[in-house]
């Protein structure tokens, strides 16, 4: 598989499921402590995130 390939596979599987958890987070209202900031740093790194779509290189996963 292509790295190309591989980006589109990703943008078609596993982008719905990004979005539709960034939507549900980012309508959170009352949310205090830990899980705010657990809320506010997974929006910080949405950009970062989403590089997996652009380049099918990127690991899905920085676990060894």
Known sequence: MT???KAAER???IR???DSFYDYISQVQ???GKLKNA???A??????????FE???VPLTNNP
């Open 3 to 5: 790295l190309s390939e």
């Open 11 to 13: 943008r078609k599987r």
């Open 16 to 18: 719905p499921l990004l």
């Open 30 to 32: 009352r949310s205090l």
């Open 39 to 41: 809320i506010q740093n």
């Open 43 to 52: 929006l910080a790194l949405k950009s970062r995130v989403y590089r997996i």
């Open 55 to 57: 380049n099918g290189q």
